[in-house]
């Protein structure tokens, strides 16, 4: 508990180190997949005044606190259904990051326009549909994660690892806490090329041969970017 306490601590902080968040805003999680235990960031807490001790252990399947005195966040229903819904992640993260959100509130998919998405994101950057009323009135925090969820149907969440949710903003996951920060980051990035791009060129595409061969140099059993491990 106290380690993964630590790396969900310090990726938190990673999120304000990387200029995607500002003052309470946004929140990263780490799971435990064998005790069944998610941590994440406690709700409203300044990112200057919390310790790995602030962070929040809830109950995978029922989001009970089981260790923390503080609540946790706001958004841990969202994570929570993540988690179930996609067996091989190990960290989500949240943020209000500008252009990704952007995007988000336009209720567009970032589309896949060059190598450096294809690097991590592999197909567009999907967004979801608008949340119904009933969704909205009910256990808000709970549909958005099952909004989500509905979006990857027939997608591969291990491949693209983040999504827009329409008219709030970006989730992304992966492994662990860390890289789900990193893809948070890259997805910014992501959403700001293309925003710059399709102002210079609105017709601009990607050939999808390239989307693949750009994929599969750092990923699947072919990789051959960076040294051998």
């Known amino acids: 508990m106290k380690t993964l306490k630590e790396k969900v601590f310090q990726a938190n902080l990673e999120l304000v180190r990387q200029g995607l968040v500002i003052y309470t805003w946004g929140n990263v999680s780490g799971i435990d997949r064998e005790k069944g235990i998610v941590v994440i960031k406690p709700s409203g807490v300044d990112y200057d005044s919390m310790t790995p001790d602030d962070m929040v ?44 959100t952007a995007w988000a509130q336009a209720g567009m998919d970032i589309p896949n326009i060059g ?24 256990e808000y925090e709970l549909e958005t994660g099952n909004v989500i969820v509905k979006r990857f149907e027939g997608l591969e969440p291990d491949h693209t690892p983040g999504v ?43 050939n999808p041969e390239l989307v693949v ?10 990789a051959y970017y960076g040294q051998k491990k």
Not at 213 to 222: Q, S, T, V
């Open 164 to 206: 827009l949710v329409r008219n709030h903003g970006p989730f992304t996951w992966g492994k662990t806490p860390a890289e789900a920060v990193y893809n948070a980051k890259v997805m910014e990035q992501c959403a700001h090329m293309a925003f710059v791009s399709l102002l210079l060129n609105p017709q601009t595409s990607m």
């Open 57 to 100: 252990a809830v109950d995978l399947l029922t989001g009970e606190v089981v260790d923390g005195t503080l609540n946790p966040s706001s958004d841990t229903p969202t994570h929570l259904a993540l988690y179930r819904a996609f067996p091989n992640i190990g960290g989500v993260v949240h943020t209000h990051s500008t252009y990704a």
């Open 213 to 222: 061969k750009h994929y599969l140099r750092k990923h699947g059993a072919g």
């Open 115 to 138: 190598t450096t998405h294809s690097d991590y994101f592999h197909m567009d950057i999907p967004c979801t549909e608008t949340m119904t009323s009933e969704q909205i009135k009910g």
